[in-house]
């Protein structure tokens, strides 16, 4: 018996850092978190302590400051396509490079002041094998909230149900979606548009479908988009079923009828899965 | 020497509560996080375990979600005047109490749906010892941001001190401002409307003042409301100086003239500061 | 009508620093973090943003580096009376500073490896006007729970009192306490040993209270300390209820008798409260 | 073009448990928090919202109760064992469970009175297709820190490198470790002993590995494990590096020779890797 290597990789993490534009009196920002991850035939340094493929952390780090200076930072796609082509490039060790980004938004209230706005968080990962490149869009934080239009019905029941059936409950979530360019290319120029029109077309699908499980509304925010946005192959959606449950006001005389509800903590639903194309390109490295 | 039970409190903390009114349509609700503090003529459940005047906090958290039932939730403020003013009544030994609400905004997309909207949140506290009643409102988690019209120069320097004097920095905090009122009733059916004057407020008042200091800042905030609201009689307010740092990038052969920075956790300046009419009534047991 | 700076203060939050000792084979390291704050006569940077009175934060946090190094930390309570009577004593602007250092501990695992151990984190808050100080020591995170000897019976009930009155529950809480040495001077040379002597009595009472009410156990707990402690004058503690309820197992035909509990996140009741003995010298400005 | 469901899964996250055996006076307690994740033939609930194949994640929640009332908890793996065969078996269309189970550590203080001792927890996730299960043990929040016996030197430049090389640094990290088991019975009756052992072999080879980089720490901390558990096949480790950057105080004149540290938060970096047998069996569903 052998113990050996297996899958292994290094990089920086949460890299923060705030680009200001000030090429008008109207300056803008991009407030961003960065994350590199490497790898490639980097065993030695893990086997026997010899850095001498390694890139080290702290490099990345000022890459990233570095990259932002010298390109700016523009639509986060294009930064991480950047800095991930780069880092493939940059030492023979290194064949694989992954840059995640996430964009925080800020709302302009004047020429240079700006308030932090929303809690959604927009995305983006790239991977690269030098040749190839993935990218991937998403949003994190998107918590959105039907008050009517959902039921929960029909469910399986066995020893340890006890959940009563209900035709009007609350809906919430906080929607985590990622999806999945059809090539590193096909929002080029557009990234920009291609997110907000994602965003818009998951929260109308979860406005506009009435729910019968949030399996069900999953699959139609999905749908949605890949119906709409044919530069998006696959879309992976995670949603937590966030519940809110009517306060039982019978003790003290009072009806509730879907007024008060108490909003829970732990534990809660979750409901995964992928939506995609039939003809989507596959996958690769993006995942 | 005696040992002796000094001041107590005790309470519900963190009541999550979700109103949804239906009379029309266009749904509309409100999303609290409900604290409440009594105190009184409590030590006997501290000095022998006897419980008789103890109103157990489950309780309190029932009777907030009742009322929020039987009376609505309105106004945050007006919630709170509710709730603080019924539980000094409720049970002869509680003398004082105190409720915090906290709202969280929601930004309505349809007829019933809805999108948490904007990381502040509105706060409102009411005092009460049944016969006077102290409302302070506020916000807190505000994040502002100024990429320029901030400097910091003509400190005072130490031994220890080695910060250079800038005259072009960020400037950035999280604002947490509280307010009181000169009445309970200063503001009364127009809770809403001070709210968001005293909020804009704060933010044109960062937006406006060219900064020597974050302290300056503070004061031009505070003073900014009390110039233009009559009902506020005092604010304090709590801003964390979110240091943004400009990388160096001398290092890479690079010049960075306030482009790039690197946003810090900690540690962080923090200006903490009182603003108020030379006239204001006492604050009695507002805080 | 004129608009004037009440109280107010300044300074650096959150000191992240690592001290190692390497005087002999076996490292010894301190874990802190330390905030400071200061305040006197620094209305003008206030007013018309004139700092030639302000120690900049970024002073004070080198200030607590150096001073590290050069005086070493020891016990937390003494290092934090080094720096609150440097800082009052530096600039002739600040009369009052406030010195607040938490300690996360660490066990020794070797003569240079360590593991964060506990959750418990040893605080001190020393407060200086220069001519006066005063020693707050204490305990935040000390996570204790009782599986019996609790019992929660013979509480008032209003319309909306519904809960179940107990002889056997979970009592469970997550300590913070903070305790007033009588002077500057009363542990001094035998901090460590007062902190761990009061930390055990906390945990002590808490232990063998049969508990009536959390109440109850709270005042036993400080009565404990200031029994045992004479260089302890006053102790405050807080505490939360960390409910655990017991689930109802009757729809599944199964008896439940105190074995299988839901441990909630929120609401929690908190509990706080001051004991004293009645000959304390008086706080000043402790708090 | 169309649009089809990929994988999916569903369930019920951070079901907080505490379970009390009361068998003897010396009560024992299990403090967990048990996450269920389900997939199968339920693609109808997504496409159509028909829920006839949907174990309500309610169920999900009050099984994981039901069960530690009528087999108790003990071991972590055996009890996720247990839950998830259950639920493989629960419903025709599920056919693949994976129950993941954390475990907080408490310390005993008396015969029914505990503290929570620790930050490191416990984990077990257990995956299961009914005729086959695989386990995997693992820790987290185990923070280690060596104060000397650290370098990093020999890396590799490029234009963006500016890290100077050290012969002494300190080495501090947060260890994720996960190890899947060569069986599902290859520990059974010793998952204690077999966790127990795991922990130290990793804190020992962080205690005793010279250390060139934390990649090469990590292979020798995943080797040591292998080495010495035949019952381990494989373990996937992740570890932050928690930078302590030594201040620099030549400003003030002083020198600094590895005893002041700013413990920094973000960025980190991050190296995670795969350590396992040559002749290790299939991973199968386990991951």
């Known amino acids: 018996m052998a113990v050996v290597l297996g899958a292994n990789q290094y990089g920086k993490a949460e890299i923060r850092l705030l680009h200001v534009v000030r090429d008008s009196a109207g300056h803008r920002i991009a407030d961003l978190n960065v994350s590199v991850t490497l790898s490639g035939e980097l065993a030695a340094t893990y086997l026997s302590g010899d850095n001498s493929a390694v890139l080290t952390t702290d490099a990345q780090k000022n890459t990233v400051f570095a990259f932002a200076k010298e390109h700016g930072v523009g639509e986060i796609e294009d930064f991480a396509l950047l800095l991930a082509r780069h880092f493939v490039g940059s030492l023979e060790a290194v064949s694989f490079a992954r840059v995640t ?19 959604e968080v927009r995305t983006a990962t790239v991977s690269s094998t030098g040749a190839d490149c993935w990218v991937v869009s998403g949003v994190r934080g998107l918590t959105l909230l039907n008050s009517t239009g959902s039921e929960f019905r029909g469910f399986a029941r066995d020893r340890y149900t006890t959940l009563t059936e209900t035709s009007d409950r609350i809906l919430a979530t906080a929607v985590e979606a990622r999806w999945r360019h059809a090539s590193p290319a096909s929002a080029s120029g557009g990234w920009a548009e291609s997110y907000s029109a994602a965003r818009d077309l998951l929260v109308r699908a979860f406005a506009e479908t009435y729910s019968h499980s949030l399996q069900q509304t999953l699959f139609a925010m999905g749908e949605r988009v890949l119906r709409h946005r044919p530069e998006i192959a696959e879309i992976r959606l995670s949603l937590p079923n966030k519940h809110h449950f009517e306060v039982d006001m019978s003790p003290f005389g009072l009806d509730n009828p879907g007024e008060v509800f108490y909003a829970a903590d732990r534990p809660f639903g979750l409901i995964e899965g992928t939506v995609s194309r039939d003809d989507a390109p596959e996958p690769g490295k993006a995942w």
Chains 1, 2, 3, 4 share one sequence.
Do not use: K
């Open 101 to 119: 980004v996430e964009q925080y938004p800020w709302e302009r209230l004047g020429h240079h002041t700006f308030a932090r706005s929303g809690r």
